[in-house]
């Protein structure tokens, strides 16, 4: 019998560390948590007794309803935490703050931060694992891996796909996460924005880049969009939001170049009519409602094969 | 990790397995007059080539397709908290809606009965069945929990540092039963 491989990683940071065999492994995991939401009971009792601290810094809904169903269905307890009315606005330092989580003895931490890089400094002086669920534009690791196994479900394979993602390059964690992980599985990726959104040194993502449309979705078998951030309009990194949806929306006719196949993907909220149009979203080569169903199984693999790492070696 | 184990004697080869999973598979359609309400469901994993098999001969002797599920109990173990890494976890199938079913649960071993206590919990999220059954290709002693099987292979007495390995064509390339012992 060939040796399993299983999972001994305390906290989940990021893509960047993680072996294409752990990828894998989490993507196996959920394939099996998907069925459970196809039951009549939607829930299994695997982490009763376990307490889940969800930590968020930053406002999001679909990322922390995605976690919080998956704790729920693993029959966890979770507490959520956020900005907004706690002292976490009152002007506690950091380290303070996981101090007085740590006492709450949590089995686990998912954390959201604008700042990049504190779900690390968190991982490193607690003893719950750590799920970062978007450290400012650094990572976003959960949402990257419910992408690739909506691909795998798709496409049944990642290696050797081309995929174009296209969007606020610079600015987004999810590109970072997506870019790592699909080149470590074998895909060809490549990134496109305007010259305003694009990293300087662009390459170093590991992404071919584009700087049209056009030029990026040609052939490909996925096309991702980003969501245009409209509140970082302000920052005017174009001059209009029909400007921007005449160069880079995704409208039907568009699509035709990419291959006859190819899905379209968005990690949401998407602003219709700024960077995809209405009847590309909701045509029949959409995944993006997948997703959404998508990233409850993988974070329930998540939370599963986290949850182990804290016991004593067993059989 | 990976204990070695030593192989002290055959239990059964081919022709005997194949003799005794015709015997249960007679015996599994003795006790439910109507088979169209039955449903086989294998455990994860040794127990699910045994559900196909028995299958098999069930086809064979009343001519009947009975449906098959596929039960990965990994969710529902109560050592989770104390084993690690977690066990890998495989998918479930069940075919069809268990109400209104007997469902004959598979497995290979029965030992402890913890497998099976798990099982049983895992079914009861699916729905409520009119009965579950029990067919286990060797039973072995050494219960911790109060439950039994219904249908049974062979009996066999076992010490604490042993180890039964059912072995399939279809899965491991040969039909046999081995007693195993553990170094260690």
Redesign the interface.
């Known amino acids: 019998m060939v040796a399993e491989l299983r999972w001994q990683r305390k906290d989940l940071l990021g893509i960047a560390e993680l072996t294409p065999g752990e990828i894998q492994l989490i993507l196996d995991t959920a394939e099996s948590f998907r069925e459970v939401a196809e039951r009549p009971i939607k829930k299994v009792p695997t982490l009763r007794g376990k307490t889940v601290l969800n930590l968020f810094f930053e406002s999001s809904t679909r990322t922390r309803s995605s976690f919080e169903l998956a704790e729920k269905r693993l029959s966890a307890d979770s507490l959520n935490f956020s900005t907004s009315g706690s002292s976490l606005s009152k002007g506690e330092s950091l380290i303070d703050t996981a101090l007085t989580l740590q006492a709450m003895a949590p089995d686990l931490i998912v954390i959201r931060h604008m700042h990049p890089g504190v779900p690390h400094m968190l991982a490193r002086r607690l003893e719950a694992g750590v799920i970062n669920a978007g450290d400012g534009a650094h990572e976003h690791p959960t949402q990257a891996l419910l992408d690739a196994f909506t691909i795998v479900q798709h496409k049944g394979r990642i290696e050797g796909l081309k995929i174009a993602i296209v969007g606020d390059i610079e600015h987004s964690r999810v590109v970072r996460s997506n870019v790592l992980l699909l080149s470590k599985m074998g895909a060809e990726v490549t990134v496109a924005g305007p010259r305003t959104m694009m990293p300087v040194a662009v390459e170093t993502l590991g992404a071919r880049a584009a700087y049209s449309l056009e030029d990026a979705i040609r052939g490909v078998d996925v096309v991702m969009m980003l969501r245009v951030q409209l509140e970082r309009q302000s920052k005017l990194l174009f001059p209009s939001i029909r400007e921007y949806f005449n160069l880079f929306g995704l409208t039907r006719e568009r699509l035709k170049l990419a291959k006859r196949n190819a899905i379209v993907m968005h990690p949401g909220p998407m602003n219709r009519g700024v960077e995809i149009s209405s009847d590309v979203a909701d045509g029949t080569t959409s995944v993006i409602l997948e997703q959404v169903a998508n990233g409850v199984a993988v974070r329930m693999a998540v939370l599963y094969l986290l949850s182990g790492a804290g016991a004593e070696e067993g059989e | 990790m990976?204990k070695t184990l030593k192989l002290k004697r055959s239990l059964m080869d081919a022709q005997q397995m194949n003799r005794v999973i015709q015997r249960m598979a007679g015996q599994i359609v003795e006790r439910n007059a109507d088979l169209g309400q039955l449903l086989l469901v294998g455990i994860r994993t040794r127990g699910v080539p045994l559900a196909e098999r028995l299958r098999g001969e069930i086809k064979r002797l009343e001519g009947i397709e009975v449906p098959l599920g596929i039960l990965?109990i990994t969710?529902?173990r109560d050592?989770?908290?104390?084993?690690?890494?977690?066990p890998?976890?495989?998918?479930?199938?069940i075919p069809e809606s268990i109400e209104e079913h007997t469902l004959m649960l598979c497995d290979d071993v029965l030992y402890t009965g913890r497998t099976v206590r798990a099982a049983l919990?895992?079914l009861?999220?699916?729905?409520r069945p009119r009965a579950v059954q029990l067919a286990v290709m060797i039973d072995r002693g050494h219960r911790e929990l109060p439950i039994q099987a219904d249908v049974v292979g062979r009996t066999v007495q076992t010490l604490d540092n042993e180890v039964i390995e059912v072995k399939f064509e279809s899965t491991d390339g040969a039909d046999r039963v081995d007693l195993m012992e553990r170094l260690d």
């Open positions: 990976p990965d969710l529902y050592d989770l908290s104390t084993i690690a890494p977690q890998v976890v495989k998918a479930t199938h919990d895992a009861v999220d699916f729905g």
